[in-house]
């Protein structure tokens, strides 16, 4: 259904005498009093030209984003387009300009965009919804509401699909991008690179803790003391648990992020990835500079139970050693501060992450808070100390780049 509702703006109010014709010739209209009788005019339907002002330094709305829209000229085209309830998407969403304005005129919406960090300005925008303008009512401060409840889905591994029915050609082309060598008559170690084992995880499926025990048990058969693990995705215990079985087996056990598709894709341009095939002059001249193999984020977290209440605190985030935060490290004071934004389901069933409590850094206080408390409402069937809950945090650090973790506690 096509929606078009007209829209006006706001003129300095004028008052025009309303007129009428006698016998032909223009009159001003007069009361039985004789006095002109006035229309007054303060809005004029908006036509093919218009005028709204660029993004002030000044207007509060600013989110340090190259791009950034004026939130008037969303709230012009969300209103003139679409009705209350309706959904409104934005696939470029950029600082989420449009789903702001789409959330404060009470649209539902949907954004979209390949670049993390755009991912992170838009959720915080609208996590910090509250005390922006209010878009309806002049008069008001602030929009005074939170955001409806929303998701953040990452679909970057979908585009993988087409590797799936390659999977030698898959192997050689990840460990080309590594720069490792391959390795025949292993099972679980594809690859060396210097004298480290390379293992590169499946497709669209997380590297789990069995199989990063496979890799520990083949690099010791083998006498390698050194192993890298590449995966796309994570189960939610390896961080820890998996460096911890390695060291014990003797093996310095690196967890290594293969970077996104479309940060292979931008390093890429003019190859078609489908073909999995990389020149060779194109690895050690552009891949080496552009590609990021970043370690694993490492996050320890502190659970502290009484009675019904549970405290988890944050006390140790470390970012691999990158040349992005190379950049900036002078200026961490402590690691905690990398952390951009973190979020906790505090009863996580395994599917949807619900976010149901949050911190983040925003311009006048750019710090997380490092503890969370909750209080749980417990049956007064359950007896003590069986009830059992599953906890997940999530972190997102100063560079948009995700560490999930599970927790369980015993109430
Ligand atoms: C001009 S900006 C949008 C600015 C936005 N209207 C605002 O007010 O902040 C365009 C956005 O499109 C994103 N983009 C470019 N190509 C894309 C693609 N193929 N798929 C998804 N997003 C893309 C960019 O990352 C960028 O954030």
């Known amino acids: 259904m096509q929606v078009f509702n007209p829209q006006y703006y706001s003129v300095e109010p004028h008052r025009r005498a309303r007129e009428i014709k006698v016998n032909g010739i223009k009159q001003s209209l007069r009361d039985e009093d004789g006095n002109v009788v006035y229309n007054l005019y303060d809005k004029r339907l908006v036509d093919n030209v218009w005028n709204i002002p660029s993004l002030a330094g000044s207007s509060g709305e600013r989110m340090d984003f190259d791009t950034q829209k004026p939130e008037a000229l969303l709230k012009r085209i969300i209103l003139a387009s679409s009705n209350e309830g309706d959904i409104v998407a934005d696939f470029f969403c950029g600082s989420g300009t449009t789903q702001a304005v789409a959330e404060k005129l009470g649209r539902r919406w949907i954004g979209c965009d390949l670049s993390k960090f755009a991912i992170q300005v838009t959720r915080k925008r609208l996590l910090d919804i509250h005390y922006s303008r209010d878009l309806l009512n002049e008069d008001k401060k602030e929009y ?18 087409y590797w799936q029915e390659k999977q030698d050609e898959y192997l050689a082309f990840t460990l080309k991008l ?17 004298d480290r084992a390379v293992h590169v995880g499946p497709l669209n499926a997380p590297v789990t803790m069995e199989e990063i025990e496979k890799v520990v048990i083949e690099c010791r ?6 192993a890298d693990v590449l995966g796309w995705e994570w189960s939610y215990e390896v961080n820890e648990l998996a460096k911890e079985l390695a060291k014990k087996n003797g093996v310095d056990l690196r967890l290594i992020q293969i970077p996104s598709v479309n940060e292979i894709k931008s390093a890429l341009v003019g190859f078609d990835l489908k ?11 552009e891949l080496s500079q552009y590609i990021k193999f970043p370690e694993v984020a490492y996050l320890e977290i502190e659970t502290k139970t009484k009675g019904i209440e549970v405290t988890l605190k944050i006390t140790d985030f470390q970012l691999p050693p990158t040349a992005e935060l190379a950049e900036i490290a002078n200026k961490v004071k402590d690691s905690r501060e990398l952390i951009d934004y973190w979020a906790i389901d505090w009863d996580y069933k395994g599917d949807t992450f619900h976010n149901q409590w949050q911190s983040f850094r925003v311009k006048k206080n750019p710090k997380v808070d490092y503890e969370a408390k909750h209080k749980y409402t417990v049956a007064s069937s359950e007896e003590p100390g069986k009830c059992e809950k599953q906890i997940m945090v999530k972190v997102v650090d100063v560079f948009g780049n995700d560490t999930n973790k599970i927790i369980k506690v015993k109430m």
């Open 275 to 285: 073909l999995l095939r990389i020149p060779d002059q194109m690895v050690e001249k």
């Open 144 to 161: 005074g509401k939170p955001a409806r409840p929303f998701e953040v889905w990452n679909i970057g591994n979908y585009e993988t699909v």
């Open 221 to 226: 058969a083998n006498n390698f003391n050194k």
């Open 178 to 194: 590594y720069q490792a060598q391959p390795l025949t008559g292993f099972r679980y170690l594809h690859g060396r690179k210097g």
